[in-house]
Every structure is written in C-alpha cells, then in structure tokens.
C-alpha cells in the first residue's frame, strides 16, 4: 500500500475518528516531532464530516504542511499533515500507518472501535475514555497490541532491555499525566517499528482467533435450530 503511493520512506501516523478538541491537541503535541522527523507523515480522519474544513484551519493554523483528499492532493516530500476529508476510506488509512490513535478517547465520548486498525495488524494507542469498548480494549492490550495509559492488562511485546525501556517511559511519568504516557508510548513505536509490526501482528491474530469463535458459535446455533 505504502509503495503504491510513494510512501516507503514515510513514518505514518493515523489520528481516527477524531472529535474536537483531539485533532488541536494532538497536532500540536505531535508539531516538535514534525519538524524535527521529514520522514514522519500524520494522516488525519475526523470522525465528522461537517469538521473537515475546522480541522484544516487548525493544520494551517499551526502552520503545519497539510494536503487534503478532497481536492485530489498529492501527499508531497514535505507534506506533514494529510487530511482524509474522504468517505469510507477509513480502513485504508488504518492500513498505511505504523501507528493508529483512535479518537473519542481523549474526551468524554467512550472511544471509537479499536478492532478496526487490528484487523489490518496496526498497533493502537487509545485514550482514557473507551468506557464504550472497554472490553475489547482490555483484550487487545493484553496481547500488546493496544497501549492505553495505566491499562493493568497492557502486556508489553519486545526483549527484556527494550521492556524495561517501556517501563522506564511509565516510571518516568506521573500516572496522571496520560498525554505524556501516550505520546511516550508512540515515540517507542515509531523509533522500533519493528516491535511496532509485532505488536499489530497480535492484534491481528487476536482478531482472526475471536472470528473463529464466533464461526464456531454460529454453527453450533445452526445446528440446534436444525436438530
């Protein structure tokens, strides 16, 4: 996919499904890390379309180099922001990064459906509020595919010195400091993609291990209603 759009040599970052004020927040935290990484691209996915043109105002706003799907942009060796203000492209954006945020996480909305970004074996960073899909969070985070800050299930993937470079990020930190968790968490990612790979992999093959559940359990309904 990467390739197909001449994005090999690009780091992406995807912030889904977003609500206000996640895309201002974010995009300026993740402004330092912009300026100071070319190489690193942010494609953003509002989870509302009557927000496409705010979300492009703030990107300007905060002087960041955005391109926008609608208009048939091309993303650019020094586009820093891209703006999918498309319909039912979702998973596609999912499928180019290295690393999907899924919003209404950050505030109070409950979060948006991490299973998403999952299936298609991207690692997720989620906020505090999935109280709507905490359940699926909790697993996903168990098998390291899924890091939320303070997630007593979050089981972290890699070597012993690179755990205990992940447990330095958390120690490092004051718990109630979630952004700072966070965005931690995504600096690790990006800087070990291949760890990054590994833990979306697990997502992955969670996912795949709860559909053949499922199938088993709709066969054996079938076969009861036949019986």
């Given at each position: 996919?990467?390739?197909?759009?001449?994005?090999?040599?690009?780091?992406?970052?995807?912030?889904?499904?977003?609500?206000?004020?996640?895309?201002?927040?974010?995009?300026?935290?993740?402004?330092?890390?912009?300026?100071?990484?070319?190489?690193?691209?942010?494609?953003?996915?509002?989870?509302?379309?009557?927000?496409?043109?705010?979300?492009?105002?703030?990107?300007?706003?905060?002087?960041?180099?955005?391109?926008?799907?609608?208009?048939?942009?091309?993303?650019?060796?020094?586009?820093?922001?891209?703006?999918?203000?498309?319909?039912?492209?979702?998973?596609?954006?999912?499928?180019?990064?290295?690393?999907?945020?899924?919003?209404?996480?950050?505030?109070?909305?409950?979060?948006?459906?991490?299973?998403?970004?999952?299936?298609?074996?991207?690692?997720?960073?989620?906020?505090?509020?999935?109280?709507?899909?905490?359940?699926?969070?909790?697993?996903?985070?168990?098998?390291?595919?899924?890091?939320?800050?303070?997630?007593?299930?979050?089981s972290a993937i890699g070597t012993d010195?690179?755990?205990?470079?992940?447990?330095?990020?958390?120690?490092?930190?004051?718990?109630?400091?979630?952004?700072?968790?966070?965005?931690?968490?995504?600096?690790?990612?990006?800087?070990?993609?291949?760890?990054?790979?590994?833990?979306?992999?697990?997502?992955?093959?969670?996912?795949?291990?709860?559909?053949?559940?499922?199938?088993?359990?709709?066969?054996?309904?079938?076969?009861?209603?036949?019986?």
């Amino acid at each position: 996919l990467k390739q197909g759009w001449n994005l090999t040599a690009r780091k992406i970052i995807t912030l889904a499904s977003t609500h206000a004020p996640e895309e201002q927040k974010l995009l300026a935290a993740l402004k330092p890390y912009l300026s100071q990484c070319p190489e690193l691209l942010v494609i953003v996915v509002p989870r509302h379309p009557e927000r496409f043109d705010e979300v492009f105002q703030l990107a300007q706003d905060l002087q960041l180099k955005t391109q926008r799907r609608s208009l048939g942009q091309s993303i650019a060796a020094d586009t820093q922001v891209y703006l999918a203000d498309s319909m039912g492209e979702l998973m596609k954006w999912y499928a180019f990064a290295d690393v999907a945020l899924v919003g209404g996480s950050l505030v109070d909305i409950g979060g948006h459906n991490p299973v998403e970004p999952a299936s298609v074996a991207t690692p997720v960073l989620m906020g505090s509020y999935t109280q709507s899909c905490q359940s699926v969070v909790d697993k996903l985070a168990s098998v390291g595919a899924l890091y939320q800050p303070n997630n007593a299930f979050y089981s972290a993937i890699g070597t012993d010195e690179q755990l205990s470079q992940q447990q330095k990020i958390a120690s490092n930190q004051p718990s109630s400091d979630d952004d700072s968790l966070l965005y931690q968490q995504l600096q690790f990612w990006l800087s070990h993609l291949e760890l990054a790979k590994q833990a979306g992999q697990a997502g992955a093959e969670m996912m795949e291990q709860q559909q053949a559940v499922l199938h088993r359990q709709l066969s054996m309904i079938e076969d009861v209603i036949q019986q």
